[in-house]
């Protein structure tokens, strides 16, 4: 019944800017003033982790950035569709805390051409970042995984989407800095179903990559049950300064 309402709403009232609410042309996507505002990442940026560089002199050694190159990292590719500027934050946090869950829809087609340095590479099997119980609870959906479900229809990757749990609730990451993440979230994740991703390519899946220490312990969970490698996937990136 909802399901029918929703569709005679849907056909009768015209599509809206999601942010602005603007009668736009298509469903799920915004207007040509809110869309000139979000700064997708184009080349250069580092082959391996994905950060944008500054310029092209700053591309160095065949667009490795000195991070990569002076350590290997858990995950192997790392890539966001766009940079977390005031207009992505503000559509982040309408996604995961105002209960526009239709942003998915829009954020996975952006996610699409940064993902394909990694789909060269293989990917089984998609898996997003889990809420603790407690937070889930609150916020009624994981916004991750709201992402993971939609770029799984666009590319046809099976999910796995409750195997990669966190079995420990904690401090919001945005409160803390540095080193101080890491330790906040080591040995916050779990995976109940070791045998369901042994030997896989798993992409894992994010709305945003701040300093990837999130993204790396999850990996480093995934890599200890039995997996072959993990690419992480995010809408969004935080520039280092
Ligand atoms: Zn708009
Ligand atoms: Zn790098």
Redo the contacts with the bound molecule.
Sequence with gaps: MMHLLKYLIDTILPPR??????I?LSPHS??????QKVDFITTPYCKICGMPFENQSQAVANFVCPDCLSHKHITRLNRSAVLYNDCVQNMVLAFKFADKTLFSKLFAKWMLPAFSDIQKQGIDVIIPVPLSYKRLIKRRYNQATLLAKEFSKLTHIETDLYNLIKVRHTKPQAQMHGHARLKNIKNAYQIKYPERIKGKRILLIDDVMTTGATLTECAKTLIKAGAKSVDTLTLARVKKN
Excluded: Y
Excluded at 17 to 22: A, E
Excluded at 30 to 35: D, V
């Design positions: 800017c999601l942010v602005c609410g603007k736009v915004l207007c040509e003033e809110c869309f």
